[in-house]
């Protein structure tokens, strides 16, 4: 049997700090219709069993607008999921096997770094793809001439991101105000304490730098309490997705941190096919959006 999990209970809204949050939902882990999703998602290699005592809470802070699990895997447990239990195999060959939008994606949403910076030489552009995965995304920005840098904690992906030409770094040992532009795509719905995290970004970006965030919406996360609650492979995932974020939650965190949305009317020639990028994105479910330090 695999090894028993533990879980810790997080203090109030991770946003703000709040404690009054609703509860929407909580199963238990270990039956019923969590327990036959965490089963066949992870084809086996979590057994219910080890998750006992563990219970998938869905809590809403209403002063955030924001969604998050009030119980998540302790340190250790995290480290399990995914560095053993997502296979890294698996991970690549996914990504080695996207379909062409996937990479062409990446370069129009690394084509917004000489939109939203005054860019006039792109080497002179310090970029860093935050949680960058196999560096895909960092590959892109390369391409277009940025001095371009990833952070990641798998060393799989490191290792293979390095084979690319595209160097890592500890964000803990870059001083202030050095990067340019961060990119992160599909990490803070990941992340235990996404305050803590932004306050990091926003520490090592120039005065004037843009972050970018993608992560799955929550934007229509509220239907789904109207009817039974089904957990599934989406912004809640069970495990995974710990924080759901809507647009207004995304602009109160990195509120907190001194970053200002950047609005449509700041995007110049791009305006146009960005309305009609960001209009797909939405209906695959994502969020995209991008902060000024000021
Ligand atoms: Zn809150």
């Not at 690549?92 to 062409?100: C, F, H, N, S, T």
């Not at 129009?108 to 005054?118: H, N, Q």
Request: hydrophobic share 35%.
């Amino acid at each position: 049997m695999s090894k028993k999990f533990t879980f810790s209970e997080r203090g109030g809204c991770p946003i703000c700090g709040d404690g009054r949050s609703t509860e929407k939902v909580s199963l238990p882990y270990h039956e019923g219709a969590v327990s036959d999703f965490i089963g066949t998602y992870y084809q086996g290699r979590i057994e219910p069993e080890s998750l006992r005592g563990g219970r998938y809470r869905i809590l809403y802070c209403d002063a955030c607008d924001f969604y998050y699990q009030g119980d998540i895997l302790n340190d250790e447990g995290m480290y399990e999921l995914y560095e053993h239990i997502i296979v890294p195999e698996g991970s690549l060959a996914k990504v080695q096997g996207a379909r062409k939008e996937y990479f062409q994606g990446h370069l129009r949403t690394a084509g917004l770094i000489g939109e939203l910076l005054p860019v006039t030489t792109p080497h002179s552009v310090k970029v860093l793809d935050f949680g960058m995965g196999w560096g895909h995304w960092a590959c892109a920005a390369k391409a277009l001439g940025y001095d371009t840098m990833g952070a990641e904690i798998s060393p799989s992906r490191i290792a293979y991101a390095a084979e690319n030409g595209i160097r890592s770094v500890d964000i803990n040992a870059l001083p202030d105000a050095c990067i340019d532009f961060v990119h992160t795509d599909q990490v803070f719905e990941h992340v235990a304490d996404p305050r803590q995290l932004v306050g990091e970004l926003a520490r090592i970006l120039r005065l004037g730098g843009v972050l970018g965030i993608g992560v799955p919406s929550a934007e229509n996360t509220a239907k789904r309490f109207k009817s039974k609650f089904v957990p599934g492979k989406d912004e809640l995932h069970p495990l995974e997705h710990i924080n759901g974020f809507t647009s207004d939650a995304l602009k109160r965190l990195a509120d907190g941190a001194g970053l200002k949305v950047v609005g449509w009317t700041e995007y110049s020639t791009w305006r146009r096919r960005l309305r009609m990028l960001s209009r797909t994105m939405r209906d695959l479910g994502r969020l995209d959006m991008y902060f000024r330090k000021k």
